[in-house]
């Protein structure tokens, strides 16, 4: 039996230290993760990547790359945003532990993806807007930075740890990540078109919106039901 | 109130390379420990130390040093020794997690050290055997040794993150049932106006819309954008 972890990737965005993609390279094989997928990438095969690597080059050899991070996540189910500063108003943000609880029954049948923002900024608010749930480590308010690498292993060390506990069953077939960009797509014309959002800047609510869709955990069937409800609508307003 | 966490002491035995002693400080600020000790440690008061503690300095500064283990470890009360290799034969070795659940309660009369060996060997027999107890981080039997500073934050992580359960705050607020059926009534009136839905037997598909909507965790900020986006379309068709 392959391990379910085999469907978890690790997404670093705009990584600038090297070594910092090694010693994520390292975590992620002490924890029985293999796929690294690197959008745009500094010297990714560098030295110093390799000498943190330390036995797990491999996975730097056969880590993806792409320069964004929309085609990054294009056919993965699940895509957990990873956020340093949840911040007060900001609700539903999981904690790694509850995210690798909740997914590890999906990595039977689906793929998953967890992402990370570059060492100093994290994740952009369009890089965010992308992902189903947004995730943060509990960490002290005094000083909440973490390594990047430390945040990898810490999330990696989450799966890990579920994926022992789990035998989990096979459960649905979750939606690939670009049917749900072309749902979000539909529907932003909808609510433009019934004059709930604006034509200028529409993406607060639609990262509010994205958010409640996001945790639904939609599968295709589900998109069709939806994008035929705003067929309806598009057809009524005309 | 202090933190408990305050009586916990992370010592590091014979470590090679400053560098892991600036990451181990750096990950203990960000869990909230404080007390770093240091037996025979090689430059940590360095530039290279320095640059990986990041904001931590200061734990660089108020580190306690000693030439040996038994000396550090002096004063404490509960003392865990780190394997990285726990065997087949070796019997009651714990996970940080379980030694964190298990240690909290202690920490508010008493203290605790964790103790780490070197780089490459891990702590010797002589050093466990001044250990109340073993623990091991669970890794991949393909490749289980782990960065220094890796190891450090996941300890700290777990005892930080048991620190938290007991007082825990409440997460996010979800809406409640009876709000949740407005939204429904609302919803299914929407889908009638725009003809989504016929007047006879609407409850198969509304079933399917509920399952969705129910797996979203709802909370009352949610529901007044959607029940918005429900208003903006009867407007619209009427």
């Not at 029985?32 to 095969?45: A, E």
């Not at 909740?102 to 994740?123: I, K």
């Not at 369009?126 to 973490?146: G, K, N, Q, T, Y």
Request: glycine residues 6%; proline residues 5%; charged residues 25%.
């Amino acid at each position: 039996m392959t391990s379910p972890l085999k469907n978890v990737s690790i997404v670093l965005v705009d990584t600038r230290t090297p070594a910092n993609i090694g010693a994520v390279a390292r975590s992620m094989m002490n924890m029985g993760l293999s796929r690294l997928v690197l959008v745009r990438p500094r010297d990714p095969g560098g030295d110093e990547a390799r000498r943190l690597a330390a036995g797990a080059s491999q996975i730097l050899d056969s880590a993806e790359i792409h320069s964004s991070l929309q085609e990054a996540v294009a056919r993965e189910g699940l895509v957990f945003g990873t956020s340093r500063h949840p911040g007060r108003k900001r609700k539903n943000i999981r904690t790694p532990r509850d995210m690798a609880a909740q997914t590890l029954p999906f990595l039977s049948r689906n793929r998953a993806a967890v992402v990370f923002g570059n060492e100093v900024n994290g994740l952009e608010i369009e890089d965010l807007m992308l992902c189903h749930e947004i995730i943060s480590i509990p960490s002290s308010e005094e000083f909440p930075s973490l390594n990047l690498a430390h945040a990898v292993m810490i999330v990696a060390y989450e799966l890990f740890t579920a994926s022992r506990v789990n035998g989990a069953a096979p459960d649905s077939e979750l939606a690939p990540h670009r049917d749900l960009e072309l749902f979000y797509g539909h529907l932003q014309e909808t609510l433009q078109a019934i004059e709930f959002l604006g034509h200028d800047r529409p993406e607060r609510i639609m990262f509010a919106i994205r958010q409640i869709f996001g945790r639904a955990r939609l599968e295709a069937r589900d998109l069709s039901i939806l994008r035929g409800i705003l067929t309806s609508i598009l057809r009524k307003t005309r």
